[in-house]
C-alpha cells in the first residue's frame, strides 16, 4: 500500500535514520501506525531493519529498509535516491543515528571516541539535510531531530552525546529560517533517559551504578523512566500537520529533568 490512510502527512514517506536501534525503531513503527509509509535505515543492523521493516508492514503501510552508513555523504545520497524511487516522495526525515556512547568527563575524552560521536551525529546530520533537502521541499515536509534533554541541564560524563547534538539544535533552527519559505519545518524532541537501546546496554555493563539512579530519579519531576513510545509520539506530532505552524523548536520528553 503506498498511500497513507489518513490526512495527518503529505504523500510519500517518512525516512528515519538509526531505525534498526532501540528507540528508532520504535519511532519508526510510530510513524507506521499514524498512517504513513517509512524508510527503515540502517548501517550493520540489517536483520534488525528488516524486522522492524516487516513489522511496520502488517499495519497496512508500505516499509523498506535501506542500508545507508550516515558518515558517507555519498551513501546518503544513493540512500536519498533509493527512496524516492520506491516511495516517489518523502514528507518527513527523522535523525535518530548514533552510537552507543561511553560516558566520559570531557576531560577525560579521548579524540578517538570524540570523533566517532562527531562523524555519526553531527556530520551525518549535515549530510543528510545537504541530501534530503530538495525533496522535503518538494512536499513542504519536515525535519525531526533527536536530541539531548542534556541540552537544557548538563549531565556530568555524557558530553560524547550532548556537543554534538548540541550543534545539531543550531542546524535545526537554521534549517527552520532558511527553508521556511520554501514550507520546510524543523524541529527537534530533546530525550531523557528512555528505557531502551543505549540506556539499557549502558544500565547492563554497569556503567549506571545504583548511586547514579538514585541520583538521576531525584532530577525527574515524573519518577519514572521514559518509555520510546514517549519520544515516538512526539516525533509523530512534530512531523504532522497538528503541527504544521511549529518550526525550529524543541519538545523535551524528559520528565521534567532537571526542572
Partial sequence: ?????NGDFPEGATVVFG???GIGA??????????????VTYNSKADRAREVAGRISGSGVRAEAFQCDVRDAAQVEACCRSVLETFRAIHTVVFAAGPVVEQKLLAETEPSLWEASVQIELQGFMHVTRA???????????FVHIGSAGDRWWPPRDGLSVVPKAANEAL???????????????????VGVIEAGMFLELLERGVFDDAWIKETQKLLALKRWGK?????NAAVFLASRKAGYITGEQLNVSGGFGV
Fill in 26 to 39: 520504535i519511532i519508526a513503527e510510530g510513524f507506521g501506525q499514524a498512517g504513513s509509509n517509512v524508510a
Fill in 228 to 232: 520510546p513510545e514517549d519520544i515516538a
Fill in 132 to 142: 534530503f533537502l530538495p525533496a522535503l521541499r518538494d512536499s513542504q515536509g519536515s
Fill in 19 to 21: 531505525g534498526s536501534g
Fill in 1 to 5: 500500500m503506498n498511500q497513507q490512510t
Fill in 172 to 190: 535545526i533552527r537554521g534549517i527552520a529560517k532558511e527553508e521556511g519559505v520554501n514550507g520546510v519545518r524543523a524541529n527537534s524532541v530533546l
